[in-house]
């Protein structure tokens, strides 16, 4: 079984080509407590597109470099399983990718942002791909979740695409402008025949 470390470093170590429309490839990493002030900028000019992905879970909602700070911090220490990744090209951020408690020890769920200037190329998608083989063939997660408010149609198209099929749906009766208040939730169950995972 490979660690988390080795199947991060095969993606380091890919010789990809840049991202169509940009000039370097896209990468990733574990979100550190010095990503903070590179956060900070992208967190205040993009609040709108992030209320609802870090009020729902986080509770930020003030973006300076000390609130940056907290929030990463606050990242960080959340016990599992939650683990964040930062998505960057060229060191520029463009997206964050956490995972979330569901009931199952066993299971989590998957909250993903992608910063609004970069949104529209096909970027959720090689993150969410990413993140799901460490997932199901590192951790081992029987079931990843994603809960999408069912307005939210490239969310929804983005899960599809990787795999989710829809579970159920439920509302949450808070409908604001930021959401419908009815969510729909996916499940991707991991694949037969992998290798065993940490959760193995």
């Not at 002030?37 to 930020?60: C, E, I, M, Q, W």
């Not at 929030?71 to 979330?100: A, C, E, R, Y």
Request: hydrophobic share 35%.
């Amino acid at each position: 079984m490979k660690s988390r470390e080795e199947l991060e470093l095969e993606f380091r170590n890919q010789d990809l080509p840049n991202w169509p429309g940009y000039n370097h490839r896209l990468e990733f990493r574990e979100l550190k407590h010095q990503d903070a002030p590179l956060l900070a900028p992208v967190l205040r000019s993009d609040r709108s597109n992030l209320a609802t992905f870090l009020g729902k879970f986080y509770g930020h909602k003030n973006w300076s470099i000390k609130s940056a700070t907290g929030f990463v911090s606050n990242l960080l220490k959340q016990g599992w399983p939650s683990m964040t990744w930062l998505f960057h090209i060229g060191g520029d951020p463009v997206g964050l990718i956490s995972t979330g408690r569901e009931d199952c020890p066993k299971e989590c769920q998957l909250i993903i942002t992608v910063f609004s200037k970069h949104q529209g190329n096909g970027i959720a998608s090689a993150m969410t791909s990413t993140i799901l083989k460490i997932l199901e063939e590192v951790v081992g997660f029987e079931r990843v979740w994603w809960h999408v408010d069912a307005a939210n149609r490239a969310s929804l198209k983005v899960a599809q695409k990787s795999g989710f099929e829809l579970f159920d749906a439920y509302d949450t009766g808070s409908e604001t402008k930021d959401s419908s208040g009815y969510y729909h939730r996916l499940v991707k169950e991991r694949p037969d025949g992998l290798a065993p995972g940490i959760l193995q």
